[in-house]
């Protein structure tokens, strides 16, 4: 038998190709369909500048959605913050997945302000990161059944 080699290097796309593979063929076994994502976004525009955003990453197995959606950015530029537009971004969001069988979703957040935004459109905490940031606050895990 030959020798094993731990390497520490960025693995090449054949050597991802090979893993995601195996994952798969890991679920199948399991008797779980292959999982993969969709991405669902919005874009706010003034005229033909960009404002703002959401979008995220909706799960399924197989055909049929997974039930859950991964929020990853909700974003509105400094100057029309606190207007309603984020509300708005997420309320679109929320609406398309719903269509979808999306009945989760769950984001990563930070801060007083975001989190508080969240927590009063119903979303609740499931988890947080303590330090994870350099000026020692915590990164907040948060959900919500739609």
């Known amino acids: 038998m ?22 798969d063929a890991l679920s199948l076994e399991e008797g779980i369909e292959i999982e993969s994502s969709e991405t669902v976004s919005f874009v706010a525009l003034k005229e033909d500048t960009f404002i703002g955003c959401a979008s995220g990453l909706a799960f399924k197995n197989g055909e049929n959605y997974s039930g859950w959606f991964f929020l990853t950015d909700l974003y509105v530029e400094k100057g029309y913050r606190s207007k309603g537009l984020g509300l708005q971004l997420l309320k679109s969001i929320e609406e398309k ?10 984001l990563w957040t930070s801060g007083y302000k975001a989190l508080k935004f969240y927590q009063r459109e119903e979303y609740k905490k499931f988890t947080e990161m303590e330090n994870w940031y350099s000026d ?11």
Not at 2 to 23: A, C, H, P, Q, W
Not at 97 to 106: D, F, M, P, S
């Open 2 to 23: 030959s020798k094993i080699s731990i390497i520490d290097r960025v693995m090449t796309s054949k050597e991802i190709k090979l893993m995601n593979l195996g994952f």
């Open 97 to 106: 997945v719903i269509t979808l069988g999306v009945k989760h979703i769950w």
């Open 136 to 146: 020692g606050s915590s990164r907040v895990g948060l959900r919500k059944n739609l």
